[in-house]
């Protein structure tokens, strides 16, 4: 069950303002890392991997043909989320990023999670490992109860049962951009990052970032 939209955000740190995300999705990513991911039932993640993707100027991208139905949320302001469906089965999540209409936003691909861990397990029964909790963009969504109901969520102020938040530990200073995952076009960006040494990453295991 999604967390009610008027509890509130209980976590150590900083909310993040709306200024944070009014940048280049390019420039927020690397930036994100290292942040806390943490809705109002008590589920928090650590934000170790992340992708950019850069609207018009990225074939990648959701938006890079346009608006419709299925991502408009993605030309909102900044600091919402996108939420879309994938694969038939499975719900990934995106801060939107830039000025509205810009149509840019960042994947969150992979959390470290550090609260919440038995309602995660609950909704993730046939996970093995805590490690493997949160360990990719889908699998991240069912541990923390985001799906079609947050598309849209303002995520600025947590009234809307989530938030991202910054509680002191400062992003890498030797991330560096790789490749991004399971695309198709676009693939010589380097717009993908993550911590460096995280086992809670995604993908492959050698060094990107």
Known sequence: ??????????????????????????????????????????????????????????????????????NASMFGPPGHMYVYFTYGMHWCCNCVCGPQGDGSGVLIRALEPLRGLAQMRATRPRTKSDRDLCRGPARLTQAMGIGAAQDGIDLIGGHAGFAILDDGVAEPEDAVGGPRIGISVGKDLPWRWSVPGSRYVSGTARRQG
């Not at 290292?34 to 650590?46: F, S």
């Not at 170790?48 to 139905?69: F, L, Q």
């Open 1 to 70: 069950m999604p967390p009610s939209s008027t509890a509130s955000i209980v976590w150590p740190g900083e909310l993040l303002p709306r200024a944070f995300f009014d940048r280049p999705a390019t420039t927020v990513a690397p930036r994100l890392l290292n942040k806390i991911l943490a809705a109002a039932d008590g589920r928090a993640g650590r934000i170790v991997e992340v992708e950019a993707y850069a609207g018009a100027a990225d074939p990648a991208a959701h938006t890079y043909r346009g608006k419709t139905a299925r």
